[in-house]
């Protein structure tokens, strides 16, 4: 009998350490999120995308609910007359717009509507270039 009842309350213990447990570490979307871009700066940034440009830090930010991306730019995209060119422009938000209906990766934040944020600045000197903003209209 004894033996019976510790085996029927061991289990059942378990179950609610488990589910304690379980229910305390129970993050949001958002809280994932802004978890998952500190991770991804903190253990991959400054990441090198390739020779020109090299992503900084990522950030997550709730109103407009997305991600914000910081790249350095270097070489001969560290040149502000680049990003003056507003055909040139248009040319890289398309092809950027492309690039983000194929990715599978960002699926899910698709499908929530995220708004994805570019920031371009200098190495040399830290100087603003550029901003891109895609927002699910430009995407969906």
Known sequence: MRTTLKNAVFPAACIVILAALS????????????????????????????????LDSMTFCRQ?????YYYSMSGLMDNDSIYNDEAAMI?????????????ISLRSYIERSFTFTYYYYSSTDGTPFATIVL??????
């Open 23 to 54: 229910s305390s570490c129970h993050e949001s979307f958002e809280e994932r999120c802004q978890r998952e871009a500190r991770e991804h700066t903190e253990k991959y940034c400054p990441q090198p995308i390739d020779l020109y440009q090299t």
């Open 64 to 68: 407009p609910m997305g991600f914000n």
């Open 91 to 103: 040319d890289i938000k398309q092809n950027m717009i492309q690039s983000l209906k194929t990715n």
């Open 135 to 140: 927002k699910p209209e430009d995407y969906q």
